[in-house]
């Protein structure tokens, strides 16, 4: 029998079949697990790519945008132009002026109306 063979063994007889309690085996989903997406609509589809790790939080409709929320961007389509705040810490401040108007600063002197 190899090295390799019996201290495996050996590990598995001395922890049972999960082996060690250590933080090597927890994987990233298990701490993060993903939210479940809150959609306005059913017939909404989220407007980009998702990136690795990324998870859509908030998927809805505004009079003339569709408006995505994950746990890494802000992203706002309109019908010819897109409004994408990528990292979600970029945001500074966020005011509501009107009814109808969002007043969205960034740290990176970004101001998005």
């Known amino acids: ?60 409709r505004a009079a003339d945008a569709l408006i995505a929320i994950s746990n890494y961007r802000l992203h706002i389509k309109f019908k010819d132009s897109v409004i994408n705040v990528s990292p979600l810490r970029m945001i500074d401040s966020v005011e509501s002026r009107d009814m109808f108007q969002l007043h969205i600063s960034c740290k990176d002197s970004k101001v998005v109306r």
């Open 1 to 60: 029998m190899s090295l390799t063979a019996r201290v495996s063994c050996s590990m598995l007889s001395c922890f049972g079949e999960e082996g060690p309690p250590s933080l090597e085996y927890i994987q990233a989903k298990d701490l993060f697990p993903p939210k479940e997406l809150v959609k306005e609509e059913e017939n909404l589809q989220v407007p980009f790519t998702v990136l690795q790790g990324e998870g859509v939080e908030f998927l809805g």
